[in-house]
């Protein structure tokens, strides 16, 4: 049996040819004992009373997957951090906490986001800090669904206009903010996406090899994975649909 890991496909209804690869892949996953999706599934979640036959699809393919007996796990990241509980017990998935530790051939492997470890992007933190508040996220959950997604337009277009004022280094991950985590969590090996720049790093830190697995994001015709099996161990890899 083997343990996938995938982030950042950024689904929506404007990308149907995306999301038929994502249900073709879930077909394919005959040997998965578990699917981690580290974040950022959906390009904007508005609160799971959200209603559409594109995201009523997605929840029939995850439940056929879970009901297959593999085991579902999802991490919030910074386009879908409102799905809720609802969602999750909808698709027979389980919400994990960013970060989170699990164990791999009895190793311990951290995974993230990867939007926290982006810690230069001073103006991000910021918001992140508000998005991620239980009274924020509470208040704006009791708004009409209309004007929630007016609301998150009005960010997204902020946003993209925003990123394109700022330097790659600024977007990235902050190294000593990786040691931190990585030094805390108690770990050799870290798994996240968020940055759309797929690599598996590996470098020393206080006398010990650590190594960065960091995911892609979808396209229309192809993603990225991790695969994890006691033979192969961890692998990158990108796949077309």
Same mark, same amino acid.
């Given at each position: 049996m083997?343990?996938?890991?995938?982030?950042?496909?950024?689904?929506?209804?404007?990308?149907?040819?995306m999301a038929q690869g994502f249900?073709?892949?879930?077909?394919? @996953?005959?040997?998965?004992?578990? /699917?981690?999706?580290? !974040? *950022?599934?959906?390009?904007?979640?508005?609160?799971?009373?959200?209603?559409?036959p594109f995201v009523s699809a997605i929840?029939?393919?995850?439940?056929?997957?879970?009901?297959?007996?593999?085991?579902?796990?999802?991490?919030?990241?910074?386009?879908?951090?409102?799905?809720?509980?609802?969602?999750?017990?909808?698709?027979?998935a389980t919400l994990l906490d960013d970060p989170t530790v699990i164990? @791999?051939?009895n190793?311990?492997? /951290?995974?993230?986001? !990867? *939007?926290?470890?982006?810690t230069?992007?001073?103006e991000y933190m910021k918001v992140r800090q508000m998005f991620r508040s239980p009274a924020w996220q509470q208040d704006f959950l009791s708004k009409p669904l209309e004007e929630r997604i007016a609301f998150a337009r009005q960010v997204r277009?902020?946003?993209?206009?925003?990123?394109?004022m700022k330097s790659s280094e600024i977007m990235d991950v902050t190294p000593e903010e990786v040691d931190r985590e990585m030094d805390q969590a108690g770990v050799t090996t870290l798994i996240h996406g968020h940055t759309h720049r797929p690599d598996d790093?590996?470098?020393?830190h206080n006398g010990r090899e650590l190594r960065r697995l960091v995911l892609g994001d979808w396209s229309d015709n192809s993603g990225w994975m991790i695969r994890w099996s006691e033979e192969s161990g961890l692998q990158l890899s990108q796949f077309t649909f």
């Open positions: 083997a343990v996938y890991f995938i982030s950042d496909l950024h689904l929506e209804p404007g990308r149907p040819a249900v073709h892949y879930l077909q394919n @996953l005959q040997d998965a004992d578990a /699917l981690y999706i580290l !974040g *950022d599934f959906f390009e904007v979640w508005m609160g799971d009373d959200f209603d559409h929840k029939e393919a995850l439940r056929s997957l879970s009901d297959s007996g593999t085991r579902l796990f999802l991490m919030h990241g910074n386009r879908d951090f409102l799905l809720g509980q609802a969602f999750c017990r909808q698709t027979g164990p @791999l051939a190793e311990p492997v /951290l995974l993230m986001h !990867g *939007d926290s470890l982006c230069r992007d001073v277009s902020e946003s993209q206009s925003g990123q394109q790093h590996r470098w020393m």
